[in-house]
């Protein structure tokens, strides 16, 4: 049974550390709107750009002068994985989600033969790969000091992939991340990003709109694709800014209601114990004057 | 006076732009074109330089654009720029830091197409900052 002064200590760490997740709860509310202002504002370029590419993709088909980065290498054999985690811990499963779910992804290719390769984009991810796949993490890119997600950390990572591409590192590209649907639920989430797969939408438009090509469809598809790239990465990177936000705040949510619910289990031990302590006192006083 | 449609222009980063207008003149990579309303369906990438807009009710705006592509059809006009900032707040010392990376991409280019490509990128960017320099 602890005395009386160790619960007193230990309601006093619980109720600081309540006062901590608040805090971190606050702070996380504050950055989702943020983060959900900044995923809104970059949706239309996205949905634009794939309007876009399908558009022009139907113009050039999938002739053997299409870019490779569409038509990919025709092989299918190495992977690569580009896996995009947040930074810090502290968000509920949010990290281990998607983590767990690129796992699976390499546990089934490499079952299938296949060569994985795995690009790390945030820490987390990586401290939970390394532990299984070490030898199959080619690099990592980490965003730790960056305050605000912009394109140019999007272009950073599109950059290192298509790279990787022209000097013939893998045939597939696939990209991970968690889709924000809630601020409860975040999926993860999985898409090829080389070869391009073109979108169907809009297939009425394109199909009546016989389009001008300046230069030439092909020379802007070529153009387009690094940057549809670069969109998409930009997308994933913001829908787990704003999913890592979300997941925060509900994991902190949880953490200060466990801890009020900790407190009040605490003061209930510690007037008990302090009523038991009086009542023996008393006890001791009353039946030591009945002994004279 | 001129029809209108509608114009929008769009950074990764939001939409800037969403109106009516009579007229945009967009730098495209083979020459500058103003495009009016009923233009015919033309898709075009563009090269760094300035877009004028003007609104509707004959206000005109100016954006500086670096790259990115044009998808015009006869009732609308969707600018997808690679960053996009108004005249009136350019950075000049992102502009300068783009040149210094273009002459970096020129001197590290290994290849013909790959020296050619920075070579004419450069060449825009020069343009560019002469152009709006003085303004």
Known sequence: MPSLKDLKNRIASVKATQKITKAMQMVAAAKLRRAQEAAEAARPYSQRMAAVMSNIAQAVGSGDDAPRLMTGTGKDDVHLLVVCTAERGLCGGFNSQIARFAREHIRRLLADGKTVKILCVGKKGFDILRRDYASLIIERVDFREVKRMSFVQAETVAEKVMTLFEAGGFDVCTLFYSEFKSVISQVPTAQQLIPATAGSADADRSASAVYDYEPGAEEILEDLLPRSIKVQIFRALLENVAGEMGAKMSAMDNATRNAGEMIDKLSMSYNRQRQAQITKELIEIISGAEAL | ?135
């Open chain 2, 1 to 135: 006076m001129a029809d209108s449609f509608n114009f929008e222009l769009v950074s990764p980063e939001k939409l800037l732009l969403s109106a009516s207008v009579t007229e945009v003149v967009i730098p495209g990579m083979e020459g500058e074109m103003t495009v009016m309303a009923h233009h015919a369906p033309t898709m075009t990438t563009i090269k760094p330089g300035v877009v004028t807009v003007v609104m509707a009710d004959g206000r005109s705006e100016r954006y500086v654009v670096f790259g990115g592509f044009a998808d015009i059809v006869p009732d609308g006009c969707t600018l997808l720029a690679e960053s996009a900032v108004a005249v009136a707040d350019i950075d000049r010392d992102d502009l300068a830091r783009r040149l210094q990376d273009a002459r970096e991409d020129f001197n590290d280019a290994t290849t013909d197409s790959g020296k050619q490509k920075a070579q004419q990128y450069l060449d825009q960017l020069t343009t560019l900052n002469g152009a709006i320099l003085p303004a």
